[in-house]
């Protein structure tokens, strides 16, 4: 099992919407679900940076205090609106991790969000 940890990013083939299977890529370890299958709430990182939702998403840049610590190799927006679930077993593996403070934002923009009418 390689997850473990909220706030670590990983590598697995994060599921499209139409449940094709997706491309490998890395995701945010967001907060393990509440169960007894060790399965994880994840959000997809892309470096298209361009598709960021305004006062949802969360770029990462390469000037950031914890940018080299990510593991990612350049900027990149956690797209809040790209969720899946998935099982401790599933990634491949872990390139880094973001700050507590990085994930205690992304944890807030993301429950503004479902809240908000």
């Known amino acids: ?3 473990k940890n909220p706030g670590q990013i990983v590598l697995f083939k ?3 919407t139409n449940l094709v299977a997706g491309k490998l890529r890395p995701a945010l370890l967001i907060k393990q679900v509440n169960s007894n299958y060790g399965d994880w709430l994840t959000c997809m990182i892309s470096t298209k940076i361009e598709q960021e939702v305004a006062n949802l998403d ?3 840049t ?3 205090q914890d940018f080299v610590q990510s593991g990612l190799k350049s900027s990149s927006v956690f797209r809040l609106t790209r969720l899946a679930v998935m ?3 599933v990634p491949i593996g872990v390139i ?3 700050s507590q403070e990085r994930l205690i934002l992304i944890r807030k923009k993301l ?3 479902i809240e908000d009418e």
Do not use: H, K, L, N
Request: hydrophobic share 50%.
């Open 87 to 89: 099982a401790e077993s």
């Open 111 to 113: 429950a503004r969000w």
């Open 96 to 98: 880094g991790e973001v």
């Open 62 to 64: 390469m000037t950031d």
């Open 1 to 3: 099992m390689v997850a």
């Open 14 to 16: 994060f599921p499209q």
């Open 58 to 60: 969360d770029t990462i």
